[in-house]
């Protein structure tokens, strides 16, 4: 089944939920409850619309930012997240297997993406081949080829499914496609709960496609955003979301809101970023706290120095920017 909508990310979910409802089968993976859909795909027409703002799901921006740059770090070590949502702590890896070190997790995608080497052994032919920095090769093949189909990113690998990991990677791959000057990115999923994982992939993904983007621009001027496309072989809703979801549906007022442009991405924005965060979690995440103050921060470009006080701190004025028309 496919589902594509033209603008409007709170539209697409709300449909998304109701057709789980109504099309739905029930399955019970480990025990579980869910209703299913197989083969599944939202559409994003405008990728920049990456926020779910219905009250009933209760998104926390201060978990989208924390995660985005948690993936940006590459670690696996979920210290990174933790101070975020405490359900990493239960899904780290034993030890049992030499390639997932104990105390690890496996689904910070960016220790897969950027080519950090925590990343299991999988990622290369032999131990003596460096790990290697997917999204670089990615870069420079789409620069080397703009109509290349090979521009893709592996996330998922086959040693991730032995007995016993708790944290088998629920995103498959990111297949990236230059067309007619717009970028687009394809984001294929082996699994997908609806409510904690399309909500918060969906930022993390468009975050990425804009980020692509920007280091294209070198290369392609005119490049512009393209669609992004979410495939899902299940997606899913848990029997203990079922409420909310139909919360969700009967709510016709969430407020679509767009995020602007981004005005840079490069290394030291990740480095800014990176550091702007652990500052602010060493000094316990305070509301009041002067990112000012942080030589890191100041290194941001005006769209992540709003981002981060929109996102982290609620400041009302960042918030109005980052989702208006204009950013200082």
């Known amino acids: 089944m496919e589902h594509t909508q033209s603008f409007y990310l709170n539209n697409d979910f709300r449909t998304c939920l109701a057709h789980l409802f109504e099309y739905g089968i029930e399955a019970n993976p480990r025990g579980t409850t869910t209703k299913e859909l197989l ?3 939202i559409t994003l027409t405008n990728p ?14 201060k978990y ?4 985005f740059i948690w993936y940006l770090s590459g670690s696996n070590d979920p210290a990174g997240i933790l101070p975020y949502a405490k359900f990493w702590d239960g899904i780290r ?12 997790i496996n689904s910070n995608y960016g220790t897969r993406l950027f080519g950090h080497p ?17 999204w670089k090769e990615t870069v420079e093949l789409l620069k080397r080829d703009k109509d290349t189909r090979q521009a893709i990113m592996n996330i998922h690998v086959p040693s991730d499914r032995h007995v016993g990991n708790k944290d088998v990677p629920c995103t ?19 699994s997908n709960d609806v409510i904690f994982g ?36 299940s997606m899913h809703i848990y029997d203990r979301h079922f409420e909310m ?7 016709e007022r969430a407020v679509d809101m767009s995020m602007v442009p981004m005005d840079r991405f490069d290394d030291d924005i990740v480095v800014g970023l990176v550091g702007a965060e652990a500052a602010w979690q060493a000094a316990g995440a305070p509301a009041d706290f002067d990112f000012y103050a942080v030589p890191a921060f100041n290194t941001l470009s005006p769209y992540w120095r709003t981002l981060v006080r929109a996102f982290f701190l609620q400041d009302e004025e960042a918030m109005h920017q980052i989702f208006g028309q204009n950013h200082e």
């Open 198 to 233: 399309f909500t918060n992939d969906v930022f993390q993904f468009t975050m990425l496609q804009e980020a692509m983007m920007l280091e294209l621009r070198q290369a392609y001027p005119n490049l512009q955003l393209g669609a992004y496309y979410h495939n899902a072989g």
């Open 245 to 251: 979801a139909k919360g969700i549906i009967a709510n």
């Open 64 to 67: 989208l930012l924390g995660e």
């Open 39 to 41: 083969n599944y795909n």
């Open 172 to 190: 498959l791959s990111l297949h990236w496609f230059i067309r007619e000057d717009r970028l687009s990115l394809i984001v294929s999923m082996r």
């Open 48 to 61: 920049r619309n990456r926020v779910i703002t219905f009250p009933e799901r209760k998104t926390s921006t």
């Open 118 to 134: 925590e990343a299991p052994g999988a990622f290369w032919e032999a131990p003596n081949i460096q790990p290697i920095n997917q």
């Open 93 to 104: 890896n034993s030890g049992d297997f030499s390639e997932y070190p104990a105390g690890t």
